[in-house]
């Protein structure tokens, strides 16, 4: 595997792989708790590669993952996105444009609400006129954490089937997939009413199906939320080595990596 994907913070690349950045054709995921900076650094992948001229196939499955509007105010003017002027008949029209405006520039963003919707998105990459050269599962376990709140049935069959999926994409061409999980504590410390910050919550929802999978893990943590500060460390090495084990990086006031 070469031609690394790269992230803008350089301290965050070490983490990957010996040479910097993220090995083409790897799997990858990141962890932690809410606001640790898993999105903004998928997002950040995923600018990267479009300035390449490659596409990029996102699938939002967070709640307060990428939210269109947003979008538009931060990148509209660096990426010479033409928003129309004129009004639209309803908010999911907006949204509708905004996205679509994204996948002209390369970035494909699908936003689900199921385990049903991640698995069915697999086929919208077939489309594609240019195969991409990332994939990113924000939140890939967002409806498997709801499905185990509620108690009302095992979807670990669909969970595995899901990543079994991707992860074939993944390999047969050579494509680099990145994950994002919530931490255990998300879940399991609601159900036995103990702190969520207890050590004995430190593993990610999904755990023993995710490891089946992937090649790298790294966990982020809030270091200092008043300064932005984040902390992300390496759990689970690429077969290649990686650099620094534990690296600190910062996210600004609009969600940007610095």
């Known amino acids: 595997m070469n031609h690394n994907l790269y992230i803008d913070v350089g301290p965050l690349n070490e983490l990957f792989s010996n040479d910097g950045g ?5 799997k990858i995921l990141l962890y932690g708790i809410a606001g640790g900076g898993k999105t903004t650094t998928c997002f950040n992948i995923a600018l990267n590669e479009i300035d390449k001229g490659n ?5 939002d499955a967070d709640y307060n993952g990428l939210h269109p ?3 538009q105010e931060l990148y509209s003017e660096k990426y010479n996105l033409d928003f129309p002027s004129d009004k639209f008949k309803s908010p999911k029209q907006h949204k509708e444009t905004i996205l679509k405006l994204w996948a002209a520039k390369g970035l494909h ?10 698995d069915l998105a697999s086929s919208e990459i077939k489309k594609l006129k240019k195969t991409p050269s990332v994939i990113i599962i924000d939140s890939v376990t ?7 709140l509620k108690q009302s049935f095992s979807p670990a069959q669909l969970m595995m089937k899901i ?16 994950m994002t999980a919530q931490r255990v504590s998300e879940v399991k410390s609601h159900l036995m009413n103990k702190d969520p910050n207890s050590t004995e919550f430190r593993e990610f929802v999904g755990g023993e199906l995710l490891h089946h999978v992937v090649d790298n893990i790294v966990e982020f943590r809030i270091k200092d939320h008043e300064k932005g500060t984040r902390i992300a460390t390496t759990k689970v090495k690429h077969r290649n080595g990686v650099v620094k084990e ?13």
């Open 69 to 71: 509007l947003k979008l």
């Open 55 to 59: 596409h990029v196939f996102y699938i």
């Open 22 to 26: 993220l090995y083409r054709g790897s």
């Open 163 to 178: 990543l079994d999926k991707y992860a074939k994409l993944s390999e047969e061409s050579d494509i680099t997939l990145v």
């Open 109 to 118: 963003i699908h936003q689900v609400d199921s385990m049903v919707r991640i």
């Open 142 to 148: 967002q409806y498997f954490r709801v499905d185990v």
């Open 246 to 258: 534990t690296v600190t990086f910062g996210i600004n006031d609009e969600g940007v990596l610095v």
